[in-house]
């Protein structure tokens, strides 16, 4: 008897040629010649004996390349090293800025000394360029001199206060300015010292919040929280087992969880 061959007698000794994988079909028997498939799968998703032995080849190698990699270094030398990274990344970015507004504070200083210093260069060489002439001319006796030179150290004696005033109110004006520039500076300085603290309460606020202590599912988790208790890990598996009708015995049960209580250990 060829057991390849269809044993109902109506059936002419057919080749047993379809396998039903129909999710839904209730017959028995799955394999069947072509009349088979009329009388009972007539209307089930069906796959040639070919097609399925080759579909079953292919799930088994798919499956098979799964891999579990074995931790091979201390996780809490893992986690250890990452926030190390993240709070060098951290201080770096901080730095980074707070150097970038140092440099830009500076600048913005320099310039409006800059400015200063040159107003004040100005005033004095006018006051030179004013005030020399007569410094040269008042050393002669007054007898030798002509008529508008002594008519000059006239109407500089007449002027000589309102002079005074102007170049005096040329250095509070100057000294206004310098004063402007220190309060800009203090400003400035206050901005920062302001953005540190909020940066050092933002931070403070982060590491002592509830959702950060306490949150089971939080990103901060540490790997000693997320590891499985073994009974949540055997469930986990005959969950996955029972869904393929295969669900895992009692034997085996006790055998996997003295496995895993073992390697947790």
């Given at each position: ?11 002419d000794?057919q080749r ?15 394999i ?6 009329l009388?009972?799968h ?68 320099d310039?409006?000394m800059?400015?200063?210093?040159d107003?004040?260069t ?31 150290l006239?109407?500089?004696y007449?002027?000589a ?20 520039v ?53 469930n ?30």
């Amino acid at each position: 008897m060829d057991i390849a061959l269809c044993q109902n007698p109506n059936h002419d000794s057919q080749r047993l040629k379809y396998i039903c994988v129909d999710p839904n079909c209730s017959i028995p028997k799955k394999i069947g010649c072509a009349d088979c498939f009329l009388d009972d799968h007539i209307t089930h998703i069906r796959k040639t004996t070919i097609q399925f032995k080759e579909q079953i080849c292919q799930s088994i190698e798919t499956i098979s390349q799964v891999e579990f990699t074995k931790v091979n270094s201390s996780p809490q030398k893992d986690l250890d090293s990452q926030i190390d990274y993240e709070l060098e990344n951290c201080i770096d970015s901080i730095k980074s800025r707070f150097l970038s507004i140092k440099g830009d504070l500076k600048s913005q200083i320099d310039s409006d000394m800059l400015k200063v210093q040159d107003n004040c260069t100005q005033f004095q060489q006018n006051m030179n360029n004013e005030l020399n002439p007569f410094k040269f001319t008042i050393q002669n006796e007054l007898p030798t001199l002509n008529h508008n030179e002594l008519n000059q150290l006239v109407k500089f004696y007449q002027e000589a206060p309102k002079i005074h005033k102007h170049y005096s109110k040329a250095t509070e004006l100057l000294q206004d300015e310098k004063q402007k520039v220190k309060q800009k500076k203090q400003k400035y300085l206050n901005k920062m010292r302001s953005i540190m603290q909020l940066l050092l309460k933002e931070f403070n606020d982060l590491m002592t919040t509830k959702n950060v202590q306490f949150d089971d599912c939080s990103e901060y988790e540490t790997p000693q929280k997320q590891i499985m208790s073994p009974n949540k890990m055997i469930n986990l598996v005959e969950t996955a087992r029972s869904t393929r009708r295969f669900p895992i015995s009692q034997s085996q049960k006790k055998y996997f969880l003295s496995a895993v209580s073992k390697k947790l250990d």
